[in-house]
């Protein structure tokens, strides 16, 4: 079984093909590329694999409508079919400065802990991003965790971790901290920005300070 079909180069499922002649089932989403310069798409998969039997899972069950709507519009998949489950509108905010932000994240912080979800995930573009936003938190709020490259388990309830550690994972609620023009304005940072808000099930909060990144310009 090889997931995360999208991160694999052809020659690398060349290399699959030779080395292993049984059946395989390959999945994966062209959209949540971490590389979109070297990724597989499902057509250049099949050409490698030519008895190969192709299915498309086009509805989408994670997010809400609202959710879910946005995304497409960071990164359009035109067979996507978004699942009628309605929610609450991603918010995005902007502010003065860093410090200011960060006092935004933990009145989001502080929000959730007082409503009903369980589960919530601050995804960072980057893990250097996401550490040092895990120490400005950690002494301010007992149940927040790191999960990054070096983290041995996952722990519920605050995560703060990349976009690329959290390829696979769901929470209630998303912030995506930094949606600055600076930090999200390559075709990778469109892919990252792309999967970071996928993970979120009924909630999406956006905050950044100084100019918003464009692939957000016409959410607001």
């Known amino acids: 079984m090889v997931d995360e079909m999208q991160d694999y180069t052809p020659i690398q499922y060349a290399v699959i093909r030779k080395l292993f002649p049984c059946r395989k089932t390959i999945l994966g989403d062209s959209n949540q590329s971490v590389n979109p310069y070297t990724s597989t798409s499902l057509d250049v998969i099949c050409s490698i ?22 995304s497409q519009r960071i990164s359009e998949n035109p067979d996507l079919i978004p699942v009628e489950r309605h929610g609450e509108k991603p918010i995005v905010q902007g502010f003065e400065s860093d410090k200011e932000e960060r006092k935004h994240i933990r009145k989001l912080i502080r929000e959730h802990q007082e409503a009903s979800y369980q589960s919530l995930g601050i995804i960072c573009k980057t893990n250097k991003q996401a550490k040092a936003l895990y120490e400005k938190l950690k002494d301010k709020f007992e149940d927040v965790c ?5 983290s041995r388990e996952y722990k519920e309830g605050i995560v703060i971790t ?4 959290a390829k696979g994972l769901e929470f209630d609620q998303v912030i995506i901290p930094h949606v600055d023009a600076n930090t999200y304005h390559t075709m990778l940072d469109r892919s990252l920005l792309y999967i970071a808000c996928t993970r979120a099930m009924h909630k999406l909060d956006f905050t950044y300070n100084g100019e918003m990144t464009e692939f957000l310009s016409n959410q607001v």
């Open 49 to 70: 694999f030519p008895d190969a039997e192709a299915v498309k899972l086009c509805r989408s069950y994670r997010s809400t409508f609202e959710i879910t709507e946005l």
């Open 162 to 165: 990349s976009a690329h550690m």
């Open 146 to 150: 790191l999960l990054d490259f070096d």
